[in-house]
């Protein structure tokens, strides 16, 4: 009687009771379904190794994994790291090492895979190498980062994708036939509704449950939508890849020179979440990393809305580093300041503990102008255009070019003078 009373309050949610029951019903993942791609192969063949699923929440991980073990005869066990520890997989290779006496293998779902710590992911090695199961990890972080270099040399890592406007449009429709009825949204309120899942099929679906559960009396517009709906947190974790994968491409956008694209990283980062403090460092850096002397302004702009925001704070503060990132997206580009002190610091470390030479040395006391300190040294501004021409570089190094300014920028004029006294340097240096 409860039972019954329980199932009747809390119905299976629609997502559930839209899970593909074939493989050939699993949307957006074509790429690795198709039956010359990776999981293809596999199903055609009717063996399956061990993988490691990686796609963004709602891309068909689990049922994906589920699928697999029904198509290849295995037994599905499914494992959440979050909420397993040692004991639970002891207890699972126990089982499946006894299943496997009996004949029938098993395919060990483990979702989350890389909550488990180093030591954990340790203990699933020699049980995938024997065969006692066959491991299916799901990850939505970056395998290279969290799981170990062992594990991931016995398994295929497949990336998922995230879920695109057909496929989710595919999985509303699929909602209306089960439930029998059309959503009462506009066109454009359907696309918004996918816009609003971000890729995310199980999101959508959720969505498509709260509208149909709706008494509306016109269609919903896109504004309905936003007014009634929550819209997806974006997937953006400031201490995992997505991070580093937006600042690449502010950084890449930047240095490319599309105001645009930049303006667009930048604001998806605002969105989520990160640290506006963190960006204002990162354009610092480009400022003397991609801009350097070609616009020497850059570096000053950078630092002027790093100040602006920490005088303003949020939201004000951050229209001063989309300043920026115009100002810097639109300045003439040069690495070559970078190069230079890459060049320099080589040279450094290759040349050791090479002393000036002494006629650049100041020679404070009567000992030091005894030993030649100082002598014979030419005082620049004394010498026809302010240009003694000496060599500067300690005595037995030949004088090497560090620094090539490029015709860009302020950079075209600072080329200009390197080459005048580089003239002049050959003249003087040959006494004429």
Not at 87 to 109: E, H, N, S, Y
Not at 359 to 386: F, R, S, V
Not at 416 to 422: G, I, N, P, S
Request: hydrophobic share 40%.
């Amino acid at each position: 009687m409860a039972g019954g009373l329980f199932s009747a309050l809390a119905p299976t949610p629609l997502p559930e009771r839209l899970r593909p029951a074939r493989v050939e019903d699993i949307v957006g993942q074509d790429h690795l379904l198709a039956p010359d791609a990776p999981l293809g192969r596999m199903l055609a063949a009717g063996r399956l190794g061990s993988l490691i699923l990686w796609g963004p929440p709602g891309c068909g991980k689990t049922t994906i994994a589920r699928l697999l073990a029904d198509h290849v005869n295995l037994h599905f066990e499914p494992l959440s790291a979050v909420f397993s520890g040692v004991a639970d997989l002891r207890k699972v290779f126990d089982a499946a090492r006894q299943r496997r006496l009996g004949g029938r293998g098993t395919l060990l779902f483990v979702d989350e895979i890389h909550r488990f710590n180093r030591a954990q992911q340790d203990g699933f090695l020699p049980y995938v190498e024997d065969g006692t199961v066959t491991l299916v990890g799901a990850t939505t972080e970056n395998p290279s980062f969290e799981l170990n270099a062992a594990l991931l040399s016995r398994c295929q890592v497949l990336v998922l994708r995230r879920l695109d406007t057909p496929a989710l449009m595919t999985l509303l429709s699929r909602a209306e036939k089960t439930v029998g009825r059309a959503l009462p949204v506009t066109d454009a309120a359907r696309e918004a509704m996918c816009a609003m899942a971000d890729g995310d099929g199980r999101y959508v679906l959720t969505m498509a449950e709260q509208v149909l559960d709706l008494k509306v009396g016109a269609p919903l517009s896109p504004e309905d939508l936003a007014r009634l709906l929550q819209k997806r947190a974006p997937i953006y974790d400031k201490g995992q890849e997505s991070h580093y994968n937006l600042i690449s491409a502010l950084h890449k956008s930047l240095r490319g020179s599309d105001v645009d694209a930049a303006l667009y990283w930048y604001a998806r980062m605002l969105d989520g979440g990160e640290d506006p403090l963190y960006l204002a460092r990162r354009l610092v850096r480009f400022a003397s990393e991609d801009v350097g002397m070609a616009d020497p302004q850059a570096l000053t702009q950078a630092l002027a809305s790093w100040d602006a925001y920490e005088r303003l704070g949020s939201p004000e503060g951050e229209l001063a580093i989309a300043q920026t990132v115009v100002y810097l997206a639109t300045a003439p580009k040069s690495n070559a300041l970078y190069v230079a002190s890459s060049a320099a610091r080589q040279a450094a470390r290759e040349t050791g503990s090479l002393a000036p030479p002494m006629h650049i040395l100041n020679a404070p006391t009567k000992l030091m102008k005894q030993l030649g300190y100082g002598k014979d040294y030419d005082y620049d501004h004394d010498a026809p255009e302010a240009f003694s021409g000496q060599n500067y570089f300690p005595d037995g190094m030949a004088r090497r070019e560090l620094y090539r300014p490029v015709e860009r920028g302020f950079e075209r004029e600072v080329r200009k003078r390197l080459e005048y006294w580089a003239k002049l340097r050959e003249k003087r240096q040959k006494g004429e």
